[in-house]
C-alpha cells in the first residue's frame, strides 16, 4: 500500500500534525473536533485537504506550484493541508492569504525544493494615528476607534524613542511593529491583552484582518525553497531546512507573528541568514543549525544563523556547529531570554581570505533592554557576546575562544547599563577576557560576579575598563572569582568608579590591578604576581587617580605603586599585607610590616591626618654625647600637605 494511502493510527494523526493542536487562536479548533483515525477519504474531505488530489505530483520533477496553490486556495478557513510523503518542486512562489488556521500535516517525510517563497500573510486595515505610546502601556489612546471592535488583533507601529544607542547612522532598527489582541474598548481608547515593551512615537494602529495560525507538523524540509510568515498569532512549526537561497533571502522567517512556537533544524545552509524572526512577540523558537554558509556574493561579518529585530517576550534557543561568521544577532528588543551553543563560530569567515582585525561577533545584541542570555561558547574566533547600548541585561556562560580572537570574549559597549555578568567562565586568547569600552559615557551599574577567567594571549587583559568620555556614573563591580592574565584588571582614565572586592588575581606580568581615574576601591582582594621587574619589582596595584581606597590587599611580596596624579591618606591603605607602598616619583616609600607602617623620613608630598604615624626603619643614633637619642618614629600633630610631624624620640 502507498504510503499516502495508507489509514493513518490515532497514534500517527497525533505525531503528524502536532497532537491536533492545529492553532493557540482563541475559538479556531472545529467545534467537536476529535482525533480519530483517518482513511484516505477523510483526507481529502473538507476540512482536510489531499494535495494530491489537486493535482501535485511529489516526484521531485514536476512542478507542483499550481498545485499547491489551488489546494491552499480550496482548503476551509480553518483546514488542514494533507500531503503526503515525497518530493515537491517548487519553482514559483505559493501564498497563502485569507485563512483563519492552516495546518499541514504529512504520514512520512516531504522535501519541498525549488525557487520562490510559501508564503503566509494577512492583510491589514487602514491605519489610526495613536498617541505616544510608554513601555508597560495596555491601554492605546486613538483619534477614533470606530473600525475596532473587541477581540480584533491589531499591529501597533512606531518609532522606538527608548534607545541610547549611538551612531552616525542612527539605530539599526529604528521601527516596531507588534501584534496584540482587543479586550475591550472604552470610548477612544483600547486595551491590550499584553503590554508594550517599547517607547513608540508616530505611532499607529492597524486591524490585522484574517488573523491565523500555522501548524507544520514535523516531517516538513524545505530544500533551497524559503517558508515566510507574517502576522502568524498562534500554532506550532517544526520544520527542517537545507540548501541555498536566493541573493539576501533567508531560509525562515517570521515577521509580525505572536504566540507562537517554532523549531528548526537547519543543515548546510546557504542563506544570509538561516532565520530571521521580525516583530514577533510571546514566542518561543528553538533553531539547531550545522555548516551555515553565506549566500551573497560578497559576505559579511554581520551574516548570523538567527537574525532578530523589533522582538518581545521571546524565548531564543539556538545550537551552532560551522557557523560562518555569527551564531546570533538581536537589534531593537525588549524582555528576551536566550540560550545558545555554538561549537566554531567564525573560522571559516576569518581564514577565506585571511582577515585581521576584529570582524566577528557569535552573539550580538544592540539597542535591547532586559536580555538574559546563557551562553556554551567553544571554538571561538573574535568576540563571544557583545553588548551594544544594552540596558539591563545579564550573562552567564562558558566561551572557549582560540587563537587571533580580537577584541574581547565579552564585550560591553556603548551607552549600555545595569549589566550582570554572572559566573562566566572564560579561556581566552582575546585582548581582553571581558571589556567595558565607553562610547560617550555609560551608564548605569555593572556587576562581574565570580568570574573565572584565564586569558592565555602573552600580553592581554582580564578585564579591562576603557575610552571614557564623559561623566555618568558607570561603576562596575568586580566581585569574587578569580582572573589569570598578564595584566587582570586594567582601568584606563575615565569619570567612573571600580569596586574590585574578594578577588583572586594571578598576573602572568609584574603588574595585576593598574586603575587610572578616580574613586575606585580595592578590598579583601589576593593578588599574586607572577613576574618582577628588575626597577620597579611586583606591583600589585597601581593608583593613578583621586580617591583610590586599597585595603586588605593580599600580595605579601609585592607592592602598592602610586602616581604623580594619585591622592593618598594612610586610612585609605589600611590593613594591606604588602612589602611597601611605594611613591617613585618623590623616591619616597612605606614599609608595610604586620600591619606597621614605616619610612625613613616623614612624608614629602600627600594628605594626612592628626593621628597617622609613621615608624622609623632608619633607626640611628642622634644628638650630643651624653644627651643621644634615637627617632623611633614620627605622628602627626597637624593635618595638613604633608602636615606638621613630631619626633617621637627615644
Not at 508597560?136 to 471592535?149: E, Q, V, Y
Not at 527608548?162 to 511593529?177: A, C, F, L
Not at 587582570?488 to 568608579?497: S, Y
Amino acid at each position: 500500500m502507498d504510503k499516502e494511502n495508507k489509514k493513518w493510527t490515532r497514534k500517527e494523526f497525533l505525531i503528524a500534525a502536532g497532537a491536533a493542536g492545529i492553532t493557540m487562536l482563541a475559538g479556531s479548533m472545529l467545534p467537536g473536533y476529535r482525533v480519530k483515525a483517518l482513511t484516505t477519504q477523510e483526507t481529502s474531505t473538507p476540512p482536510y485537504i489531499n494535495l494530491k488530489d489537486h493535482g501535485a505530483k511529489g516526484d521531485g520533477i514536476t512542478d507542483d506550484a499550481a498545485s499547491w496553490r489551488k489546494a491552499m486556495y480550496a482548503m476551509p478557513e480553518y483546514g488542514t493541508l494533507f500531503v503526503p510523503a515525497g518530493t515537491y518542486l517548487l519553482q514559483s512562489d505559493v501564498i497563502v492569504n485569507n485563512k483563519r488556521s492552516v495546518t499541514l500535516a504529512t504520514n512520512g517525510e516531504v522535501i519541498i525544493k525549488g525557487k520562490g517563497t510559501l508564503k503566509f500573510d494577512s492583510p491589514l486595515g487602514i491605519a489610526q494615528a495613536c498617541n505616544p505610546v510608554t513601555p508597560g502601556d495596555m491601554m492605546l489612546t486613538l483619534t477614533a476607534t470606530d473600525k475596532f471592535k473587541a477581540g480584533d488583533y491589531v499591529q501597533i507601529n512606531g518609532n522606538i524613542a527608548d534607545s541610547d544607542y549611538i551612531d552616525t547612522n542612527g539605530p539599526r532598527y529604528p521601527v516596531v511593529k507588534i501584534l496584540a489582541r482587543i479586550e475591550s474598548i472604552i470610548g477612544t481608547q483600547l486595551r491590550l491583552d499584553r503590554a508594550v515593551a517599547f517607547q513608540l512615537t508616530n505611532a499607529s494602529v492597524q486591524k490585522v484582518t484574517s488573523p491565523y495560525s500555522l501548524t507544520i507538523a514535523k516531517g516538513f524540509t524545505f530544500d533551497s525553497y524559503t517558508l515566510a510568515a507574517f502576522r502568524c498569532i498562534g500554532g506550532s512549526i517544526d520544520i527542517g531546512f537545507i540548501g541555498a537561497t536566493n541573493g539576501t533571502s533567508s531560509g525562515i522567517s517570521f515577521s509580525q507573528s505572536s504566540d507562537f512556537t517554532l523549531r528548526l533544524l537547519a543543515r548546510n545552509v546557504s542563506s544570509t541568514h538561516t532565520a530571521v524572526l521580525n516583530d514577533c512577540n510571546h514566542f518561543n523558537a528553538t533553531v539547531d543549525s550545522a555548516s551555515n554558509m553565506p549566500s551573497l556574493a560578497t559576505p559579511t561579518g554581520m551574516v548570523k544563523v538567527v537574525r532578530g529585530n523589533g522582538l518581545q517576550n521571546g524565548k531564543l534557543f539556538v545550537t551552532s556547529q560551522n557557523a560562518w561568521s555569527g551564531v546570533i544577532g538581536i537589534n531593537g528588543s525588549r524582555n528576551m531570554d536566550i540560550q545558545v551553543n555554538s561549537v566554531d563560530c567564525g573560522h571559516y569567515f576569518r581564514t577565506n581570505p585571511p582577515k585581521e582585525g576584529n570582524f566577528l561577533e557569535t552573539c550580538q545584541f544592540s539597542e535591547c533592554k532586559d536580555i538574559s542570555i546563557s551562553a556554551n561558547l567553544t571554538k571561538v574566533i573574535d568576540q563571544g557576546i557583545e553588548f551594544l547600548s544594552v540596558d539591563r541585561g545579564s550573562i552567564t556562560g562558558l566561551i572557549e575562544t582560540d587563537k587571533g580572537s580580537t577584541e574581547g570574549a565579552i564585550v560591553i559597549k556603548g551607552k549600555s547599563r545595569s549589566i550582570q555578568i554572572v559566573r562566566p567562565q572564560i579561556t581566552c586568547y582575546n585582548n581582553f577576557g571581558i571589556k567595558f569600552e565607553y562610547y560617550n559615557g555609560m551608564a548605569g551599574g555593572h556587576n562581574v560576579t565570580d568570574a573565572a577567567i584565564v586569558n592565555l594571549n602573552p600580553t592581554a587583559i582580564g578585564i579591562g575598563v576603557r575610552d571614557g568620555t564623559k561623566s555618568l556614573d558607570a561603576n562596575i563591580n568586580i566581585i569574587g572569582g578569580t582572573v589569570t592574565a598578564f595584566v587582570p584588571v586594567l582601568v584606563n582614565p575615565n569619570h567612573n568608579r571600580v569596586m574590585i572586592q574578594n578577588l583572586t588575581a594571578t598576573a602572568v606580568s609584574y603588574q595585576a590591578l593598574l586603575l587610572s581615574g578616580n574613586n575606585h576601591e580595592v578590598t579583601n582582594t589576593t593578588v599574586i604576581v607572577q613576574g618582577t621587574d628588575p626597577n620597579k619589582g611586583k606591583i600589585a596595584v597601581y593608583v593613578n587617580g583621586l580617591n583610590t581606597r586599597v585595603t586588605k590587599l593580599n600580595a605579601p611580596d609585592a607592592i602598592i605603586s602610586l602616581s604623580p596624579s594619585s591622592t593618598f591618606t594612610l586610612a585609605d591603605f589600611r590593613d594591606n599585607t604588602i612589602t611597601k607602598i611605594m611613591f617613585p616619583h618623590l623616591n619616597w616609600a612605606i614599609n608595610v610590616n604586620n600591619g606597621i607602617y614605616s619610612s625613613v623620613s616623614t612624608p614629602p608630598a600627600y594628605l594626612w591626618n592628626v593621628g597617622d604615624y609613621l615608624e622609623n626603619r632608619n633607626l640611628r643614633l642622634l644628638g650630643p654625647f651624653g644627651a643621644q637619642y634615637t627617632v623611633t618614629g614620627w605622628l602627626c600633630t597637624v593635618s595638613g600637605t604633608p602636615g606638621s610631624w613630631q619626633e617621637i624620640r627615644q
